[in-house]
Structure formats: structure tokens, C-alpha cells
């Protein structure tokens, strides 16, 4: 009796402590869930607020006086006397042709990298030629280098090349691809059966016919997540857009990012458009959020199956 009832005191505590493990597991992520939400609420506050009255009330957990006003100024569908009496600025944001460039820009970047680092990844995981595993490290050691390094010498090409202030000045440095997405194919076309390869060789195929019949058709998967990831990295990239598109000066090249950067520094006297820059941050985040609602958890299942930790 007395082995009984230690043992259901003992069961008793160990339970306890799963409890106490989950609740404290529960506060722990809510409270980081809150932190990370924080600043989109704090956008969404400011973007939905009126800019007068949100300087009036710069403490105030909620929109203060709730209107569309903010993206209306974006998006051009004000005139400018009510833009400006709204306290946004008296000069107009072409959103539209930022968001078109935007679009021509990682549209480029996500298609020309697909097509590149699949070849190259495959060619490292099933092609023996001299230097290959060199090669290879030389991809490895770029991935840890700052993006940084990287700057000069592809701004002096451009230059060269007559591209700055040009979309095709912003797509060339990453339109034959990454080394990131060349290792993370590369770690897929490993795994991948080579008696399907073997099959289509014996079959006729040549290395053309089994990368395109059989490792492509498979690899789809890999594929969509770098696809994934390079369109949300080209959507949000800032610092090459602004060197090679002529820092916000030719709007034929300029990107969203660099434009939000422009429109809050074009006031030279008073405080910047804080709702109307808020509302085009919003519209912005717009393709990236239906991504990840839509594909997101192919995306996770995809970088787990290929070993990306």
C-alpha cells in the first residue's frame, strides 16, 4: 500500500513539473510572440492614424483618428492641397512605378536564379570534373564573407558597363544566382536515387535529359523554397538597389525600399510623412505575408528534408 501511494506521489510531482514546464514554455513564447508583433502593431497604429493628431498624441496605444488618409497619399488618389493638409508632402510618390520596378526586379532575380543554381548544383552533386570540390569551397567561403565586400567590386562593373541607375544594373549581380542557393540545391541533388539517373542514362537520355526529365521534375520542392527566400531577400534588399539605382535619383530604377527611404528624407524642414511612410511599409509587406500564408510551410518542410539546420 505504502509502494502504492509513493508511487502515485511520485507520478503526482513528475506531473506537476510537465505543467509548470508548459506554462512557463506558454509565457515565455508569448512574450516573445508579443515582442516580435510589437513593431508591425506599431506600423499599423501609425499608418492608420492622421498625422496631425498622431503627433498630438505620439503615446497612444491605438490609431489616433482612424482614416485611410495615409494610403490614399501613397497610392495618389488625393490631391496634393489635401495631401499637404493632412500634413503629409507637397511632393508625389509614384508607388505604383516603385512597386513596378520591384516587381521587374525580383521577378528577374527569383527566374535567372532558379535556372542558374540548379545547374550549378547539380553539376557539383553528379558531374566530376578537375577542381570541382575547389570550386565548391569557394562557394562555401562566399557565403560567409560580408555582403558588404561584395559592393565595390560589383559597383565598379556596373559602372563600367554603363548600368548604374538601371534595373539591369540592380538584377546582374544576382541574376546567375547565390552560393547560398547553390549549396542548398546541391544538399538536395545529393540525396536524390541515382538508379531514376541510372534508368534515364540506360534509356538514352544524355546529363541534359536526366537534369531536366528527372532531377527537375523531382526537385520542385527545393526549388519553390529558394524561390521562396530569394524573393523575399530581393523584395527587401535596400543597400545595393540604392548604390546601383542612382540613390533614389532615377525613379525609372528606384525599388520600394529605396523610395520609402527617399519619401521619409525629402522634407528639408519640419517632421517627415510618418503615416504616409507607414502605409507604403504596409502595401509593401503585403506580397511577402500572402507568401508565407500560402507556401511558407513548404518552405520549412523543404529546408528540413535537405539537411539546412
Avoid at 542514362?201 to 546529363?207: H, T, Y
Amino acid at each position: 500500500m505504502s509502494e502504492q501511494l509513493s508511487h502515485d506521489l511520485k507520478l503526482s510531482r513528475t506531473k506537476r513539473r510537465k505543467l509548470a514546464g508548459r506554462i512557463v514554455a506558454w509565457v515565455f513564447l508569448s512574450a516573445w510572440l508579443l515582442i516580435t508583433l510589437l513593431p508591425l502593431w506599431w506600423i499599423v497604429r501609425m499608418a492608420f492614424s492622421t498625422q496631425r493628431e498622431l503627433l498630438a498624441n505620439p503615446s497612444s496605444f491605438l490609431p489616433v483618428n482612424f482614416t485611410w488618409d495615409a494610403f490614399k497619399r501613397v497610392l495618389g488618389t488625393i490631391p496634393v492641397s489635401e495631401a499637404i493638409a493632412q500634413g503629409g508632402y507637397s511632393r508625389t510618390l509614384h508607388f505604383w512605378l516603385y512597386l513596378r520596378n520591384t516587381f521587374i526586379v525580383t521577378a528577374a532575380t527569383v527566374l535567372g536564379g532558379i535556372v542558374f543554381n540548379a545547374m550549378a548544383a547539380y553539376a557539383f552533386a553528379r558531374l566530376k570534373f578537375p577542381g570541382r570540390d575547389k570550386i565548391f569551397n569557394i562557394y562555401i567561403l562566399a557565403l560567409i564573407m560580408p555582403t558588404v565586400l561584395n559592393l565595390i567590386p560589383n559597383f565598379i562593373l556596373i559602372h563600367q558597363l554603363g548600368w548604374v541607375g538601371t534595373l539591369q544594373g540592380i538584377i546582374a549581380p544576382t541574376f546567375l544566382g547565390s552560393a547560398f542557393g547553390v549549396f542548398f540545391l546541391r544538399q538536395f541533388f545529393l540525396g536524390l536515387n541515382r538508379d531514376l539517373e541510372d534508368a534515364a542514362r540506360i534509356d538514352g537520355a544524355g546529363i541534359i535529359g536526366v537534369f531536366w526529365h528527372v532531377a527537375l521534375p523531382i526537385s520542385l520542392p527545393p526549388l519553390l523554397t529558394i524561390s521562396i527566400l530569394t524573393f523575399i531577400d530581393t523584395w527587401n534588399n535596400f543597400q545595393w538597389p540604392y548604390f546601383a539605382g542612382g540613390m533614389g535619383t532615377q525613379e525609372n530604377a528606384t525599388v520600394l525600399t529605396v523610395a520609402l527611404a527617399v519619401f521619409r528624407a525629402q522634407q528639408q524642414t519640419g517632421l517627415p510623412d510618418y503615416t504616409g511612410m507607414m502605409a507604403g511599409t504596409l502595401i509593401s509587406l503585403i506580397p511577402t505575408i500572402l507568401i508565407f500564408l500560402f507556401v511558407g510551410r513548404n518552405a520549412v518542410d523543404s529546408i528540413q528534408f535537405s539537411g539546412i539546420k
